[in-house]
C-alpha cells in the first residue's frame, strides 16, 4: 500500500502579499483547504485517484473566488464558456470538455465523458446535450455571475484584446484562476484533473491548454500526474504537462528536474507565464510556477496540510 497524497492549485500569476487583505487571504485559503480535505477524504478511505482529483476539482469549482465553474471568467459575448479535462494514470483513460454553459461541474462532465461516451474530448453545445442525457446538473447564468469577474470585462469588452483571470486595476493582482488537482492513491494509481472559465473576453470559441490532454493534464503511473496553469497560448505550445512526463520517460528526469526544466527555463524563454502542480508514484509533488505566486496547497497520508499563495 502506497501513503495518499493530493495536491492542487486555484491559479498562478502576479499576486501580491501587499495587495491582499487578511479577509481575502483567509478566504482564498478556506478555499484551498475545502477541496484538500474532500479530496483526502476519498483517498484516506481507499477510494481511487480519479475520484479524489475529481471531487477536489469539483469543490474549487463551487467556491466563486476561483475561475471555474462558479465565478468563470466572462467572454466578449458575455457569457460563460467553461473547459476541463480528467486524465488517470493507470491506463491512459481521458476525457475531455471544452466550451460548454451553465454546467455546474465541467470537470464531472469530463469524467463521465471517459467512462460513459466512447470518446474522449466533446465541444460546445453538443457536449451540453450528452450532459443533459446523462443528468448532470446545469444551472442559470445568474449562478455564474460574480461582480469581480464582471468588472473586469467590462474593463475590456470593448476592445479586441483578451485578458487573462486579473484583476490589475483594483487590486493589483494578476492571476490566472484555473483550478486542477493531482493525486496518488493508496494502490500507487495517479491521476489529474483540470478545469477553467479560460480569459476574460475570450472570443471565437478560444480554447486554452486545460482542457487539452497533454498540454494542461496529464496523467501516467510510468511518470506523473500533471495539472497546469497560466497562460494556455504557451502550455498548449510546449506541449507541458505531456513534456514533464516524456522527460520523465525517455531521459530519466526526475519530476523536480522536468519541472524546472520546462517552468523555469523552456516556458520562459518562450515568454510564458504559469505554472503547475505534479506528483509521482513515489508520493514526491511539485508546485513550481514562474509567475509571483499560485494559489496551492498538499495534503499527505498522515502530515500536516500545506497552503500556499505568494513566492
Ligand atoms: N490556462 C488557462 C487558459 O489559458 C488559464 C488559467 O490557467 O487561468 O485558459
Request: aromatic fraction near 10%; charged fraction near 20%.
Given at each position: 500500500?502506497?501513503?495518499?497524497?493530493?495536491?492542487?492549485?486555484?491559479?498562478?500569476?502576479?499576486?501580491?502579499?501587499?495587495?491582499?487583505?487578511?479577509?481575502?487571504?483567509?478566504?482564498?485559503?478556506?478555499?484551498?483547504?475545502n477541496a484538500l480535505l474532500v479530496g483526502n477524504?476519498?483517498?484516506?478511505?481507499?477510494?481511487?485517484?480519479?475520484?479524489?482529483?475529481?471531487?477536489?476539482?469539483?469543490?474549487?469549482?463551487?467556491?466563486?473566488?476561483?475561475?471555474?465553474?462558479?465565478?468563470?471568467?466572462?467572454?466578449?459575448?458575455?457569457?460563460?464558456?467553461?473547459?476541463?479535462?480528467?486524465?488517470?494514470?493507470?491506463?491512459?483513460?481521458?476525457?475531455?470538455?471544452?466550451?460548454?454553459?451553465?454546467?455546474?461541474?465541467?470537470?464531472?462532465?469530463?469524467?463521465?465523458?471517459?467512462?460513459?461516451?466512447?470518446?474522449?474530448?466533446?465541444?460546445?453545445?453538443?457536449?451540453?446535450?450528452?450532459?443533459?442525457?446523462?443528468?448532470?446538473?446545469?444551472?442559470?447564468?445568474?449562478?455564474?455571475?460574480?461582480?469581480?469577474?464582471?468588472?473586469?470585462?467590462?474593463?475590456?469588452?470593448?476592445?479586441?484584446?483578451?485578458?487573462?483571470?486579473?484583476?490589475?486595476?483594483?487590486?493589483?493582482?494578476?492571476?490566472?484562476?484555473?483550478?486542477?488537482?493531482?493525486?496518488?492513491?493508496?494502490?500507487?494509481?495517479?491521476?489529474?484533473?483540470?478545469?477553467?472559465?479560460?480569459?476574460?473576453?475570450?472570443?471565437?470559441?478560444?480554447?486554452?491548454?486545460?482542457?487539452?490532454?497533454?498540454?494542461?493534464?496529464?496523467?501516467?503511473?510510468?511518470?506523473?500526474?500533471?495539472?497546469?496553469?497560466?497562460?494556455?497560448?504557451?502550455?498548449?505550445?510546449?506541449?507541458?504537462?505531456?513534456?514533464?512526463?516524456?522527460?520523465?520517460?525517455?531521459?530519466?528526469?526526475?519530476?523536480?528536474?522536468?519541472?524546472?526544466?520546462?517552468?523555469k527555463d523552456k516556458l520562459v524563454k518562450m515568454?510564458?507565464?504559469?505554472?503547475?502542480?505534479?506528483?509521482?508514484?513515489?508520493?514526491?509533488?511539485?508546485?513550481?510556477?514562474?509567475?509571483?505566486?499560485?494559489?496551492?496547497?498538499?495534503?499527505?497520508?498522515?502530515?500536516?496540510?500545506?497552503?500556499?499563495?505568494?513566492?
Open positions: 500500500m502506497k501513503k495518499h497524497a493530493i495536491a492542487i492549485h486555484g491559479g498562478a500569476g502576479t499576486i501580491l502579499r501587499t495587495l491582499m487583505t487578511p479577509e481575502k487571504e483567509a478566504q482564498y485559503k478556506q478555499g484551498l483547504q477524504e476519498i483517498l484516506s478511505r481507499g477510494g481511487s485517484s480519479l475520484d479524489a482529483v475529481e471531487a477536489a476539482v469539483m469543490s474549487l469549482e463551487n467556491f466563486p473566488l476561483f475561475n471555474a465553474g462558479k465565478g468563470a471568467v466572462f467572454t466578449n459575448k458575455g457569457t460563460h464558456e467553461m473547459d476541463a479535462s480528467i486524465m488517470e494514470g493507470k491506463n491512459l483513460e481521458a476525457g475531455a470538455v471544452s466550451g460548454v454553459s451553465n454546467l455546474q461541474n465541467p470537470v464531472h462532465l469530463a469524467k463521465v465523458i471517459m467512462q460513459k461516451s466512447g470518446h474522449v474530448f466533446l465541444q460546445g453545445a453538443d457536449a451540453e446535450l450528452f450532459a443533459k442525457k446523462m443528468n448532470l446538473p446545469f444551472q442559470e447564468n445568474d449562478y455564474f455571475y460574480t461582480e469581480e469577474r464582471y468588472k473586469q470585462w467590462q474593463d475590456v469588452k470593448d476592445t479586441e484584446g483578451y485578458q487573462l483571470d486579473h484583476t490589475v486595476l483594483e487590486t493589483g493582482e494578476k492571476k490566472f484562476g484555473t483550478v486542477g488537482a493531482v493525486a496518488l492513491d493508496v494502490f500507487g494509481n495517479l491521476a489529474a484533473a483540470t478545469s477553467t472559465g479560460g480569459m476574460t473576453n475570450k472570443r471565437f470559441g478560444r480554447v486554452g491548454d486545460s482542457p487539452v490532454i497533454g498540454a494542461g493534464t496529464y496523467a501516467n503511473n510510468h511518470t506523473c500526474a500533471i495539472s497546469c496553469t497560466g497562460h494556455g497560448e504557451y502550455f498548449l505550445r510546449a506541449v507541458v504537462a505531456y513534456d514533464i512526463s516524456c522527460l520523465m520517460e525517455y531521459k530519466g528526469y526526475t519530476l523536480n528536474q522536468a519541472c524546472n526544466f520546462v517552468i515568454g510564458g507565464e504559469g505554472g503547475l502542480i505534479g506528483i509521482d508514484t513515489h508520493g514526491n509533488i511539485e508546485l513550481c510556477f514562474n509567475s509571483e505566486g499560485m494559489y496551492r496547497g498538499i495534503l499527505r497520508q498522515d502530515e500536516e496540510m500545506y497552503l500556499g499563495i505568494y513566492e
